[in-house]
């Protein structure tokens, strides 16, 4: 199991930029695929992205490709996500999940149920 604390939630305007940060407890955070989902009010929670444990590969929702990248630094325990062009329905609770082992296959890593650890959540909200 890893704990994960996220940060650099917040308020932006649209077209606007934030970065989030994830970071992880433990010696084993290069064994961990990371996804970043997110959940509005009153929606399910959904993914955005996914980075395999090396950070070669990355996959994204169709919803932000182009405009958020996921990124890692395993030397910090760290995961992040930069978000470019902020729209105002990208306006969201963002969550940063964590799974032992490679980056799962599609569909199965879109599934929030694929990764059994999970930050508390930082809110970032997209004014118009």
């Known amino acids: 199991q890893v704990q994960l604390v996220e940060s650099g939630g917040g308020l932006v305007q649209a077209g606007g930029s934030l970065r989030l940060s994830c970071t992880a407890s433990?010696?084993?955070?290069?064994?961990?695929?990371m996804g970043w989902f997110r959940q509005a009010p009153g929606k399910e929670r959904e993914f955005v992205t996914a980075?395999?444990?090396?950070?070669?590969?990355?996959v994204y929702a169709d919803s932000v490709k182009g405009r958020f990248t996921i990124s890692r630094d395993n030397a910090k325990n760290t995961v992040y996500l930069q978000m470019n062009r902020a729209k105002p329905e990208d306006t969201a609770v963002y969550y940063c999940a964590a799974k032992l082992g490679p980056l799962s296959r599609s569909p199965t890593y879109l599934a929030a149920s694929d990764y059994p650890d999970w930050g508390q959540g930082t809110q970032v909200t997209v004014s118009s």
């Open positions: 433990g010696r084993t955070f290069s064994s961990y695929a």
């Open positions: 980075i395999s444990r090396s950070g070669i590969n990355t």
